[in-house]
Structures are given as C-alpha cells and as structure tokens.
C-alpha cells in the first residue's frame, strides 16, 4: 500500500533521536554519569543510532529505512517514493523525532533543571553552528549531506554486486560516524531535516527547566541544505551513471 512505511518511519525516527538526542544529553547535563565524554563518543552513538534506527523501521514496514526527508527525497527522485510519500514520509520523521526528542527529556528529567547553560541544553535537541556564518553554514551541512547520499549510493550500487542480507544498516552506521568525525565539526553534522526541526519542536513545546529560546533563525539551515546537498548528489550520481 501506498502509505505503510509511515508506522517504520516514525518509529525508526524515534529510535534514532532517543539514542542520538540522548548521547547528547549524557556528555552535555551537569551531573550525568557520562558528561564530557567527547566528540568521539557523540559520533560514535549517532552511527549506531542510525543503524538501530534503519533496523526498527525496516522491521515495521518501512523497507527503505530512510529516518531522513533528505534520503527520501533522494529516492523520491530515483522514483522508490512518489510526491505524495515524499511529503507524507516527510511528517512521519518529523514527528518521530518529536517523539524521540521528548522520550529524552523524559529520561534525564531531574538533569535539565541542574544545567544552567540554555545552549547546551538547546544542543541536546538539535545542531547549532560553531561559528555563525550563515552562508558557511548552509554550504557545510549541503557537503555533508551530499556525501551521506552520494555514498549512500555507492554502498547500494549494483556495479558493488549484492550485499548481504543486513548487512546495510551497518555499513550506513559507520558512514554516519565517519561524517561526523571528518565534517561535524562546523555545525554538528545534522544532515537530516527531520533529526534537527522534530526535536527543534520539541524542545521549543516542552517544559524544559530552564530552557532558552529554539534558535529558529538557524533551523532553515538543517532543513534546506541537506534538502540541497541530497539534490545534488543526484545529479552528480546521475552525470556518472550510478543507477
């Protein structure tokens, strides 16, 4: 049916953000066990993020196992999703990320009002720049994304041969954790639409002790560039005959 792989999306998504959001939330909170533990440690929980992420959604109905509205759009483009799934799959992630976003706060509950920092706090949600330059912002998360679906391409080219069956959600985990560690470090590597507007709500809609404001003047940039970047690397995998 045309829209079944809305409940593994969501899901997927949800999945995804409680264990990317919530590795944010255990180096970033004052007074958790796992407070500092680094960038290594961050990129390394988003890796297997996605990949527990891709595994709950494929398992529900969604065989694509996308978690982002920039992958889907690539597909879309490939012609897997017509415009009416793009949009609707779209909404699914974005409310799984709300979901997913909350389910954090939830966890560290007694945390939040013990963090004076409110951008620290706001970078548990969603990605913010290291230095404000929109321009350089914006061209940062559209080659970041670029890469994520160019080689997200390569990966599952049939010019690789077949992969075994599983085995893509793995490889997709450690393409997430090399593209944090080579290019995050500008703006924290969003990549995702959905991954940075659905706890961007979130965190704009909950009662989060002490919070500061969502930053709505940077969140087109994690919503459009990768949108961009994803566009791109279509054209690009078109121009050398990938699909």
């Known amino acids: 049916m045309m829209f079944d792989n809305l409940l593994g999306e969501f899901l997927g ?11 944010c939330a255990c180096n970033t909170l004052t007074k958790s066990k796992g407070q500092n533990g680094g960038w290594i440690c961050i990129t390394a929980a988003w890796g297997f993020a ?40 779209s909404i699914a992630q974005i409310l799984g990320g709300i979901l997913g976003a909350a389910i954090v706060w939830l966890a560290y509950l007694p945390h939040w009002a013990e963090t004076e920092d409110k951008s620290a706090k706001l970078g548990i949600f969603c990605t913010a720049p290291a230095i404000r330059n929109y321009p350089a912002n914006f061209l940062c998360e559209f080659i970041a994304t ?39 470090g500008p703006t924290g590597y969003a990549m995702n639409p959905a991954r940075d ?47």
């Open 13 to 23: 998504t949800m999945v995804l953000i409680v264990f990317g959001a919530g590795v």
């Open 50 to 89: 996605v990949t527990l992420g891709v595994y709950t959604a494929t398992t529900l109905g969604a065989p694509q196992g996308d978690l982002n509205p920039a992958v889907t759009l690539g597909k879309t483009l490939i012609g897997i999703y017509s415009v009416p799934q793009f949009f609707a799959t």
């Open 146 to 184: 670029f890469f994520l679906m160019f080689v997200i391409w390569m990966i599952f080219s049939n010019k690789v041969g077949a992969m075994p069956a599983g085995l893509g959600p793995y490889i997709v985990g450690i393409l997430i954790w090399a593209l944090g560690m080579s290019l995050g």
């Open 197 to 243: 507007l659905g706890p961007r709500i979130a965190h704009a809609i909950l009662p989060i002790a002490g919070k500061g404001g969502s930053d709505w003047a940077y969140a087109w940039i994690p919503v459009l560039a990768p949108l961009a970047g994803a566009f791109a690397a279509y054209v690009v995998a078109m121009a050398l005959n990938v699909f």
